[in-house]
């Protein structure tokens, strides 16, 4: 039988309730379990596809192509496990499959309800989840962590609070828990630690049928005993039922604070976990994975040497919405013995434009590119700021700054050597110029003219690096891989009529598809390191497997790629 391990969230969002969820999972995992979650997103849309990334952060694809929630990727990184779809659960989802039912007549002249249709229908997918198996060994996950978006108390998420009340008894004590994250602010001159809104959040989740096991209580620096004791009594839990999870230099911290607190114990005993079998092999992986966690989050501190990456994008006022490409970063600078530092660029300030408008803006984001060790243009739509990611792209080429363009980034590179090295003045995306005269990016002809919900080229695909190859350092990257299969999410491509020039003229397409007529991987020559790739190599880094591209990227730049 799976356990069940939900997290809910008080007081408000944004306090790391996804960290939490993801650490308990790395936790478990020291003892050798299988560990999945499941990320409930209560609003309507079917998923994270058309969601801005300025207002809800990074949209995150997964294998099979499904356009998720940014903490999904927060789980694939910290369980080192390959989610599908189905973890990501939104209103919108369970909606359509409850009034698909409908429509199909499934409910035999009943009244269709949100209780206790929709309540079903959502404990239901939960359990599906469950069922899955979480690798190719094809075993079935030991525990579910369910993360419950935004805090409980919202009308929004009434549906699921009252689904995980009815869980619990569904599938009974010894296999349900829940972890509740509250927030301990402190208020006032005398700097005191506040619990109200942590009582107050608690006495909302029990009003709604639900008992904290675990209230996580969140705050800058470690939690008073006293308001600890204070928090246990007025929340009515034991003492030990209140984590104390304070804010720790890195997150790889989270998972060794919450050991340090006890939070194996409780769950071993609360969740009878000594049941469970556990083959030597799998204990011992997990002894071994949680002792590699442990020098990871020290050595993360102890980083002198720092390597400084230019981040040239179009959503940099909103860090979430580059997470994967920040924490791809953050994996690589690890595995180079470097410290990060990024420089957020926001590419339309480094245009003309700028210089009139705000002239100390320009010179700064100017002097922040040049200074750079590396450039990295991410991916993203439409065409504001392009031209200033053009500026960096032939900063980085003619300067022989190592250059990194992911999707969107790769097209710009494309766009930028046509432009300054083919002789094509006027070459750009259809994208961003619909009535261009040299569309040296084009739209793909099987994507959909008319639908933008999940439409793009979508999921994992496989690149071949081309014959003749042999010598490419992406190649190299991949410990000379003929094949790599990585995650896609585009609409555009490189138009096939220019690419005999662009690779006569030193741009070379070594990795393409397997029509051979679709570009995924540019590389150009005589340079210490400019790559583009039309694929988000970002979708898969884990903290303690950076990323080859990723790793190239920071060696090129740190300035070690040589002696590699
Ligand atoms: N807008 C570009 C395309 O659709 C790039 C997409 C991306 O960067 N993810 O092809």
Known sequence: MTKYIVVSGGVISGIGKGVIASSTGALLKSLGLRVTAIKIDPYLNIDAGLMSPLDHGEVFVLNDGGEVDLDLGNYERFLDVQLSRINNITTGKIYS???????????????????????????????????????DSGEQPDVCIVELGGTVGDIESAPFVEAMRQFQFRVGHDNFCLIHVSLVPVVGSVGEQKTKPTQMSVRDLRGAGLTPDLIACRSSKP????????????????????????????????????????????????????????SKEQRLAGEAL?????????????????????????????????????????????????????????????????????????HESWQALCSADGVLVPGGFGNRGIEGMILAAKWARENKIPYLGICLGMQIAVIEFARHVCGMPEANSAELDPDTKTPVIVYMPEISKTHLGATMRLGLRPTLFQPGTESSLVRKLYDNKVEIDERYRHRYEVNLDHVALFEEKGLKFVGRDDTGERMEIAELDDHPFFIGCQYHPEYLTRPLRAHPVFKGLLLAASRQLDQI
């Not at 409850?98 to 209780?115: A, F, P």
């Not at 929340?235 to 890195?250: F, Y």
């Not at 420089?343 to 339309?348: F, N, R, S």
Request: proline fraction near 3%; aromatic fraction near 8%; charge should be negative.
């Open 223 to 278: 939690l008073d005993e006293n308001v600890q004791r204070k928090i246990s009594m007025f929340c009515h839990v034991a003492p030990e039922q209140v984590l104390a999870v304070h804010d720790v230099a890195s997150v790889y911290h989270v998972p060794l604070l919450m050991h340090e607190k006890g939070a194996l114990e409780f769950f071993r005993k609360r969740l009878n976990l000594d049941a469970l079998t556990i």
């Open 290 to 362: 949680w002792k590699d966690w442990s020098k990871l989050a020290v050595s993360h501190d102890r980083l002198l040497d720092t390597v400084t990456i230019a981040l040239v994008g179009k959503y940099t006022d909103l860090h979430d919405s580059y997470i994967s490409v920040y924490k791809a970063l953050e994996h690589a600078s690890l595995a180079c013995n470097r410290k990060l530092t990024i420089k957020w660029i926001e590419a339309t300030d480094l245009e003309d434009g700028v210089l009139k408008s705000n002239p100390i803006k320009f």
């Open 97 to 135: 499959e409850v009034i698909e039912k409908e429509r199909r007549g499934d409910y035999l002249g009943k009244t269709v309800q949100v209780v206790p249709h929709i309540t079903d229908a959502i404990q239901n997918w939960v359990e599906r989840v469950a069922a899955m198996p979480i690798d």
